[in-house]
């Protein structure tokens, strides 16, 4: 497995998995996901930065086109929602209807406690039936491996 974190480019080939959900207030569920991935022929990339510079002013925007060419750039998306008392995670939606939007190939799951859960479920349901929100981190990233080994 080959890694790459915000805000570093990446400019290389191959098999490329962008790990999209919550940040904000929620746990660190990328560090748990890249370790279970690690055994993959894969470019994973982290929109989760181990050090976010917040007194810079422009952190954000760059963070936001970070995020953007290279959600584009992989060739499998996987959005993982956790349960936070405080996070709604709206940027995370916000990019899950996107690439629903655009055809894109992702894998979804929601912690059962995941304040937006219903919403996620019943949106899916309508505009990609053929998908299952997965309920577990596990269950989410085992699909992802099927989803990988399928594309190849």
């Known amino acids: 497995m080959r890694?790459?974190?915000?805000?570093?480019?990446?400019?290389?080939?191959?098999?490329?998995?962008?790990?999209?959900?919550?940040?904000?207030?929620?746990?660190?569920?990328?560090?748990?996901?890249?370790?279970?991935?690690?055994?993959l022929d894969v470019t994973v990339f982290n929109?989760?930065?181990?050090?976010?510079?917040?007194?810079?002013?422009?952190?954000?925007?760059?963070?936001v086109g970070w995020e953007y060419r290279h959600l584009r750039r992989a060739h499998l998306v996987v959005f993982w929602f956790p349960e936070s008392s405080t996070s709604h995670q709206p940027i995370a939606l916000y990019e899950l209807g996107a690439l629903v939007g655009e055809g894109g190939a992702f894998v979804v799951g929601t912690d059962p406690g995941y304040l937006r859960r219903t919403n996620v479920v019943t949106q899916l349901a309508l505009a990609r039936p053929e998908l299952q929100v997965h309920t577990t981190l596990a269950d989410t990233i085992e699909a992802s491996r099927a989803a990988i080994r399928a594309s190849r």
């Open 47 to 63: 929109p989760r930065r181990s050090n976010f510079p917040l007194h810079d002013p422009n952190a954000e925007v760059a963070q």
């Open 3 to 39: 890694y790459v974190e915000a805000p570093e480019e990446f400019a290389g080939s191959g098999f490329c998995l962008f790990l999209a959900g919550g940040i904000s207030d929620c746990p660190d569920w990328q560090k748990a996901a890249t370790a279970a991935l690690d055994d």
